[in-house]
């Protein structure tokens, strides 16, 4: 497994979108902290105004909830990235025929396809996070240079050194359970980019929509779309106990418990249908394997 790291990298270096589209979100974000802004005014939210419709402990929930909109933001456009790497990275190889050349060197199919996992579910995630937490600290860093001197923005929304630590480590734990969570549906593109002859994006899409439709047209039922649907995301609904995150958790919370709980994916572990997905998630990448061991025709 001393290789492993090495494909890691070979991974990062190949498929550069994996951080050059999140790292132009987080220069964008952190160019628009330097927009103008006329009187009490900070993006568009008059701070004097919603000071004084805040209770005391609002402007720390704001703060929380800021940091986990931006941070959603990025797991939006890391999950449009992983899916497009997901498809192409081991179809990619038998097109160009590089795959020979991998094969001739000493790498295990199995190495080679769980780097890629790996990638996609970890490195990817915990690369996202970090270069979220430091827009983060960037962006109020240079919000509060710029208002700091305003009272108002303190009742508006104000640094809590223990709210965020408490949610940022949340926030690390989450990477790794929706890892877990995850597995299936990145297993299940790996299978698809290591069989497919041409059009990955096809038969990755197709399948579930006509699935979706016959289920539909002939049993009159939905149960294969909600099935999909919660495990791509709508299960965020029950994890977060109907409060949803960010600032729609913000919005319907009591106090900034409930708003970190919103961040807590943790109870996951707890839940059958998470090893389940594991179990499956293994199957199907030991079919990968099988699968890349012997196909290298394009």
């Known amino acids: 497994m001393n290789t492993l790291p090495v494909l890691i990298r070979r991974e990062i270096w190949e498929h550069r979108v994996l951080w050059m589209a999140p790292l132009a979100v987080s220069v964008l974000y952190v160019l628009l902290c330097f927009l103008p802004n006329t009187g009490v005014n900070m993006g568009g939210i008059d701070i004097a105004e919603a000071a004084r419709a805040g209770s005391p402990e609002r402007p720390v929930i704001i703060f929380t909830a800021v940091q986990m909109v931006l941070m959603g933001v990025f797991y939006v456009l890391m999950s449009i990235v992983a899916f497009f790497y997901l498809s192409d ?40 996070y970090v270069l ?3 827009t983060n600290l960037a962006a109020f860093g240079i919000l509060f240079t710029r208002f700091g001197r305003n009272p108002a923005l303190d009742s508006f929304m104000r640094w809590d050194t223990v709210a965020w630590v408490r949610l ?18 990145a297993a299940c593109q790996m299978l698809i980019s290591a069989w497919a002859k041409s059009s990955v994006f096809l038969w990755t899409v197709l399948p579930p929509i006509v699935l979706i439709l016959a289920e539909r047209l002939v049993f009159g039922t939905t149960h294969t779309g909600q099935v999909l649907a919660y495990r791509l995301g709508s299960f965020v609904w029950d994890l977060a106990g109907h409060r949803g995150f960010g600032l ?21 572990l707890t839940w059958p249908s998470t090893w389940i997905g594991v179990a499956v998630a293994a199957a199907l990448i030991f079919a990968t394997i099988r699968i890349r061991r012997y196909r290298d025709e394009s």
């Open 89 to 128: 990275c081991l179809y990619a190889e038998r097109k160009d025929r590089s795959i020979l050349f991998w094969k001739s060197l000493p790498v295990s199919d199995t190495e080679t396809v769980l780097s890629k996992l790996l990638v996609a579910l970890i490195v990817l995630p915990l690369g996202v």
């Open 248 to 268: 729609s958790a913000g919005a319907h919370a009591s106090g900034l418990e409930d708003v970190l709980a919103g961040a807590n994916a943790l109870p996951m």
């Open 168 to 185: 940022n480590a949340l926030l690390l734990a989450d990477v790794f359970v929706f890892a877990l969570w995850f597995a299936p549906v």
């Open 132 to 134: 979220a937490l430091i």
